[in-house]
């Protein structure tokens, strides 16, 4: 049974703070159950919901297929542009593009690429099912995701909302610090258990981390971390990274409410499992339509690049098999953004080959020039992928929905239209 722990707040340094923040006071810290061994039993409604969620993840997991080589880096990459607008970050899919193509940006922008390149990389170590989590394994994760705090779980008192000095006003404590190790040590251990329905599984292990709160920053990226290692763990998905949480928690007021039908004494489980259930669905339907919308991005690139050099008279029209110009079209999905030195790197052409073939996809209207703001050359982007990323993240933002008439509150401008067709 959950229990409340009372404490008393002494402020440290209250120079600057209002009368009633200057004040000690006590406050409720939360304490959850330990999870138990096996899947909780759920209503009839909240089993349907769980059963057809993850049968639409599987059927998206088929539809995508090796696709999820290159689409898993633009979804996390989607994931982690809506975390950092939601922080107050206010960064584009191009910006990040460009940034993580020169290796060079400002702080949000490097930060992001981090998150990105740390989630990837924490997921694929932690989905062996063989491998059973431990306490260790999200410390780790949690330090790859916010490498700039001291690497371990919190020694302190935390809380959500609320002023930022006390908890005496939050809208959430988790529990003492001094209980973290043994619940998060739970946790891990019902994460890597893979029986029964995995959407079930990771819905709990999410919400039961967010409750936890077991690090001084970085639990909402971690917690997200956590339901794709899930997912993959139970072979849910074997190809793709679906960003559930980021479409549960576009609507943050039915977020909240999950999880506090979560924390409810008593606890009202099939509340969050359904909530989460269809987050699962339309996250997947979403990445479905990312995965077609860029098949079809580079099957019309290549026409209106055959087009171009029939216009220009160039033979042959269609480029010769191995060109350059088809390999940089055929990496554009993993890498909408590139510069000569990328090409060099990556392809082990000249300098001068690089920077032709660049400029011929430049000149066909297919990659953009992106100048600094000194008006320098950087690099080229292949502007309609990254505006099929702006269009599923602010879909992910507003729910999985159209954003033609329901625009997220927060999160990237709308796209080109001529670009990209509708406006979703």
Known sequence: M?????????????????KRDRRPGRYLAFVPDALPSELPELGAEARRAAEESLTALARADEQI????????????????????????NRITPKRLAIAEALQTGDRTAIAVIDNVHATESAIAELSDPT?????????????????RLPRGVREEQNWVGGPEHSPLRAEFVPPPAEEVPRLLANLAEFASAAEGNAVVRAA???????????????????????????????????NALIPISVVFASGTNDYIAGLTAFRAEPQRLDDWVIGFARATELAAANAVRLSRDIEEAARSSLERFVDFRTEQERSPAFPRRGALTLRILDGLAAAPVATVDSIVERYGVSTATAHRALTELADAGILTRSKDHKGRLVGWS???????????????????????????????????????????
């Open 131 to 147: 491998h059973t989590l431990t306490t260790t394994d999200i410390e780790d994760l949690a330090s790859r995701i916010e490498p």
């Open 204 to 238: 709990i292990v999410h919400a039961q981390f967010e409750t936890i709160h077991p690090f001084i920053d970085g639990n909402g990226r971690t917690g997200r971390a956590l339901i794709h290692t899930v997912l993959r763990r139970s072979d849910a998905v074997r």
């Open 2 to 18: 959950p229990t409340y722990i009372e404490r008393q707040w002494e402020p440290g340094n209250a120079g600057g703070l209002a």
């Open 382 to 424: 292949a502007d309609r992928y990254l505006a099929l990323v702006s269009l599923t993240e602010r879909s992910n933002r507003v729910g999985g929905r159209d954003t033609h008439d329901v625009r997220p509150l927060a999160g990237p401008p709308a796209p080109d239209i001529g670009q990209t067709g509708p406006l979703r």
């Open 65 to 88: 297929g090796e696709k999820g080589t290159y689409l898993n880096h633009l979804l996390v990459r989607s994931e982690s542009i809506s975390s950092s607008w939601i922080e107050g």
